[in-house]
């Protein structure tokens, strides 16, 4: 049962134009919200984060969106540049309930900007 | 280079062998985090540690996985008699303090084991 979904595999957009990444949840107990970046061969560095309580988060060319009524999440990147071409993954915090925080995390959206 | 650093990049084994994969923290880091990723699947939460202690292992197979962060020295985690599904890819995680529910994490590179 996937608790967090990435229904798009990738997404090609044309460099200087907006990408939009999006992420849907089924987990009400979800309390925060994270994009993660992932180059080939490397692991996912953190990108932006929100909490389950705010409805937008900012930071630079990279904005986060979410909608807790439509359990949906997305990510903005504008203007987007060749060098964001990279596997996105959406992932969400959770109380395990045995002692820590718990990240689930989407399949990922491969996202190539061409110049 | 201060980042979460993890050895072996690339394992080959037979089944029925043992794995170990070893991660060494951010410096000053004493929370350790392993995460598996199967292929075409995101990453899944197994094992939660500090030093010498296992905070939370509930997402670590019952049997033949094992991980354990000493005093001194790197975390490991081990897998006994591998089998061709436990060919993935498994990365580790650390922070400075315990997780808080904001889920930043410092990952390394990942560790991928592919058993024949």
Same mark, same amino acid.
């Given at each position: 049962d996937q608790q967090? *979904?990435?229904? @798009?595999?990738?997404?090609?957009?044309? !460099?200087?134009?907006?990408?939009?990444?999006?992420c849907d949840y089924t987990n009400s107990m979800f309390d925060y919200?994270?994009? +993660? /970046?992932?180059?080939?061969?490397?692991?996912?560095?953190?990108?932006?984060?929100? @909490?389950?309580? /705010?409805? /937008?988060? !900012?930071?630079?060319?990279?904005?986060?969106?979410?909608? *807790?009524?439509? /359990?949906?999440?997305?990510?903005?990147?504008?203007?987007?540049?060749?060098?964001?071409?990279?596997? +996105?993954?959406?992932?969400?915090? !959770? +109380?395990?309930?045995?002692g820590s925080y718990q990240l689930t995390f989407g399949k990922g959206t491969k996202l190539s900007v061409i110049p | 280079n201060a980042g979460v650093m993890q050895n072996p990049r690339h394992l080959v084994r037979r089944r029925g062998q043992e794995a170990r994969l070893r991660c060494s923290p951010v410096k000053g880091h004493s929370h350790v985090y392993w995460y598996r990723q199967l292929p075409e699947e995101?990453?899944? #939460?197994?094992?939660?540690?500090?030093? &010498?202690?296992?905070?939370?292992?509930?997402?670590?197979?019952? &049997?033949? #996985?094992?991980? &354990? #962060?000493?005093? &001194?020295?790197?975390?490991?985690?081990?897998?006994?008699?591998v089998v061709r599904g436990d060919s993935a890819a498994y990365f580790c995680a650390s922070s400075h303090r315990g997780q808080a529910n904001t889920g930043e994490l410092f990952f390394g590179e990942g560790s991928r084991l592919t058993v024949l």
């Open positions: 967090v *979904k990435q229904n @798009s595999p990738s997404l090609s957009v044309q !460099e200087g134009r907006i990408s939009i990444l999006n919200f994270l994009w +993660y /970046k992932k180059y080939p061969a490397e692991g996912p560095t953190f990108l932006i984060s929100i @909490s389950s309580i /705010k409805d /937008k988060n !900012e930071d630079g060319r990279f904005t986060v969106f979410l909608n *807790k009524s439509a /359990k949906h999440l997305s990510l903005h990147i504008v203007p987007s540049q060749p060098g964001d071409s990279a596997v +996105y993954f959406c992932a969400a915090s !959770e +109380y395990s309930g045995a | 995101g990453l899944k #939460f197994m094992v939660y540690l500090q030093k &010498e202690n296992i905070i939370d292992e509930s997402g670590m197979p019952k &049997e033949r #996985f094992s991980a &354990e #962060f000493p005093k &001194e020295g790197p975390s490991i985690l081990r897998i006994q008699q």
